[in-house]
């Protein structure tokens, strides 16, 4: 079992620059391939990032590609999510979530596990 807990979230400028984090329970953190989703009021879920196991590869939705970049650290079972640029459309609830597929087939799979997300917004 693994549970993820999201920080980082607050209100930030158009413009601006924010780091989301998510912490992994358990020892099994570099068995997953881990990323990140948002949600913003009224609309679906939608994928943002992803990061390979060992950080080999990393994987964006077009919409934040160039502004956005996510890293982790194994040893400390964390991922992050670097957002630079920030607009008012990137304002939603940033969700952390995990599976063992590779980067590449990450949103086609189903998530084993998510976190409660961090909401993000953006003021213009």
């Known amino acids: 079992q693994v549970q993820l807990v999201e920080s980082g979230g607050g209100l930030v400028q158009a413009g601006g620059s924010l780091r989301l984090s998510c912490a992994a329970s358990?020892?099994?953190?570099?068995?997953?391939?881990m990323g990140w989703f948002r949600q913003a009021p009224g609309k679906e879920r939608e994928f943002v990032a992803a990061?390979?196991?060992?950080?080999?590869?990393?994987y964006f939705a077009d919409s934040v590609k160039g502004r956005f970049t996510i890293s982790r650290d194994n040893a400390k079972n964390t991922v992050s999510l670097q957002m630079n640029s920030l607009k008012p459309e990137d304002t939603a609830v940033y969700y952390c979530?995990?599976?063992?597929?590779?980067?590449?087939?990450?949103?086609?799979?189903?998530?084993?596990?998510w976190g409660k997300g961090t909401l993000v917004t953006v003021s213009s």
């Open positions: 979530a995990a599976n063992t597929r590779a980067v590449s087939l990450f949103v086609s799979y189903p998530m084993d596990y």
């Open positions: 358990g020892r099994t953190f570099s068995s997953y391939t």
């Open positions: 990061i390979s196991r060992f950080a080999g590869s990393t």
